[in-house]
């Protein structure tokens, strides 16, 4: 066994995943817009077209997430910059069931919503946890990218359906994920609800809530949208991102400098 797998499979190995805050929903909320907004571009104004596009994103998802596994420490623009391209791709692989293959919205949300759960199910079977603080062994790592990827596709899927699907419109269904959000949080907070259960949900409703704001502001007026479009939303959340992962990066670098002061001056 190799040193590398040696750090990878121990159980003190450092944890792969972004601590969840209120930074990390922020950004998670702004990719799973960029998600949206950034696989529409990328379609049309581009014009690179649905397959085209879902091939090309494909190659820089696998590269970043090989990367991601195989280092040794969590990385904030590694990681983030894996989200944002599980984003996309999830994204298309929606798209490409609606637009290709015909399967109504509703059935792919009832059919990712079953691999979810089944996926769920294996990696607690496993590892006897759902938990994203002990994301620190490779197969636990491949659990977790696996179950975001679906949490994305399903995210899209269930986004459009209400959106799309039943014509309800962005704000609606804007309003109506937010609202399930928040009453997560109540569960959570007010009655004590297990936190991973909790944060799971959470983190699935987040990609339809995403969904429905790029689309109310990337979308023209006649479609029910604001009319910022897909260009300069993208630009903006992207922009925002950039700068909450060095805010992130630059917080983590000066808490490990007074943490080694303070070593220093205790010696």
């Avoid at 990878?8 to 922020?26: D, G, R, Y």
């Avoid at 792919?108 to 006897?128: N, P």
Wanted: charged share 10%; with cysteine.
């Amino acid at each position: 066994m190799t040193r590398l797998q040696t750090i990878q499979s121990s159980p003190n190995s450092p944890n792969k995943v972004a601590e969840v805050t209120l930074v990390f929903w922020a950004i998670k909320m702004m990719s799973t817009t960029m998600g949206e907004t950034g696989a529409d571009f990328l379609i049309f104004k581009l014009h690179w077209g649905l397959i085209i596009t879902s091939c090309v994103m494909v190659l820089p998802l696998l590269v970043v997430l090989l990367a991601q596994i195989q280092i040794r420490t969590y990385q904030h623009w590694l990681y983030w910059l894996a989200v944002v391209l599980v984003s996309i791709v999830g994204t298309l692989i929606t798209d490409m069931l609606t637009d290709y293959c015909h399967v109504p919205l509703a059935l792919s949300s009832s059919l990712f919503s079953v691999l979810l759960i089944t996926v769920f199910i294996m990696w607690y079977r496993q590892e006897g946890t759902l938990s994203i603080r002990s994301v620190n062994t490779r197969k636990r790592e491949l659990f977790y990218w696996l179950t975001i990827l679906i949490t994305f596709a399903l995210g899209t899927a269930l986004g459009d359906w209400i959106s799309e699907g039943l014509n309800w419109g962005y704000l609606v269904a804007t309003s109506i994920f937010t609202l399930l959000i928040l009453l997560v949080a109540i569960a959570h907070y007010r009655f004590k609800v297990n936190t991973i259960t909790c944060f799971w949900i959470a983190y699935v409703l987040t990609r339809p809530l995403g969904a429905s704001i790029g689309d109310l502001l990337s979308h023209s007026a006649k479609n029910g949208g604001l009319g910022f479009g897909t260009t300069n939303t993208s630009l903006v959340f992207l922009i925002i991102i950039i700068a909450l992962v060095m805010y992130l990066t630059i917080v983590d670098k000066t808490a490990s400098k007074n943490k080694t002061v303070s070593m220093g001056a205790d010696a």
